[in-house]
């Protein structure tokens, strides 16, 4: 059983940073891709990043380039979320997932992740 376990969601003011992290039960090297979606109150779950584990290829939503990177660390099985310049809009549940799919190129379909964590609250005020 692969569990995902988030941590670093907490209460952030407008223009704040935070950094999401997700640990892995299984050795990461063994997902092909991890990453992070969102689901905002009343709101669709959203693709917000994702990274390939064998090349550190990374994709980012529209919404997110340029504030938020993903990067990974090989030796502690973890995938970070740094989120900068933080909005309202960026309220939302932050959840990590993992793919073993040896996808062509990183995706932002739902249903090629295999692996879900629980979720973090990430709460932006103004």
């Known amino acids: 059983q692969v569990q995902l376990v988030e941590s670093g969601g907490g209460l952030v003011q407008t223009g704040g940073s935070l950094r999401l992290s997700c640990a892995a039960s299984r050795r990461t090297f063994s997902f092909h891709t991890m990453g992070w979606y969102r689901q905002a109150p009343g709101k669709e779950r959203e693709f917000v990043a994702a990274i390939r584990w064998s090349s550190g290829s990374t994709r980012s939503a529209d919404s997110v380039k340029d504030r938020f990177t993903i990067s990974k660390d090989n030796a502690k099985n973890t995938v970070y979320l740094q989120m900068n310049s933080l909005k309202s809009t960026d309220t939302a549940v932050y959840y990590c997932?993992?793919?073993?799919?040896?996808?062509?190129?990183?995706?932002?379909?739902?249903?090629?992740?295999?692996?879900w964590g629980q979720g973090t609250q990430v709460t932006v005020s103004s």
């Open positions: 997932v993992a793919s073993d799919r040896d996808m062509p190129e990183i995706t932002a379909i739902a249903g090629y992740y295999d692996y």
